[in-house]
């Protein structure tokens, strides 16, 4: 909500909300840096949060960290929004979260999941 400074006697960096800076011990300095974007080292971690996150965006994110296909049935679908935090649950249980919050249900095609529903309201 305001400003931060940090740094050395030698340097110093000014952050504002939602900036973060990176210190470099060997050149003894401070930059700033882009914050890291949600669920970005889910891969790691095994943990994802989404909050008031497009259905879109959930279902890109699962692609990426459980390399699945999933998809969107209609484009209704897009307007939906999500609010939820899962810790190394599998692609299924999470899907399962996703669908019963949000009304939907989850359909598979082979190997690929689709999310499918009436939509939400803009």
């Not at 990176?22 to 050149?27: D, F, K, P």
């Not at 080292?41 to 959930?58: K, W």
């Not at 679908?77 to 190394?88: E, Q, W």
């Amino acid at each position: 909500s305001g400003r931060v400074r940090v740094g050395t006697t030698r340097q110093m960096v000014v952050l504002l909300p939602d900036q973060q800076a990176t210190y470099t011990a060997r050149a003894d300095t401070f930059r700033r840096t882009e914050p890291l974007v949600p669920n970005q080292l889910a891969y790691q971690t095994g943990r994802l949060s989404f909050t008031n996150a497009s259905l879109t965006d959930v279902v890109q994110t699962l692609r990426e960290v459980y390399a699945v296909d999933v998809h969107l049935s209609n484009p209704a679908l897009a307007h939906c929004r999500l609010t939820a935090d899962f810790g190394s649950e599998p692609i299924d249980a999470v899907l399962a979260v996703v669908a019963e919050t949000l009304s939907l249900t989850v359909r598979r095609d082979g190997a690929v999941r689709v999310l499918t529903g009436a939509g939400c309201g803009l």
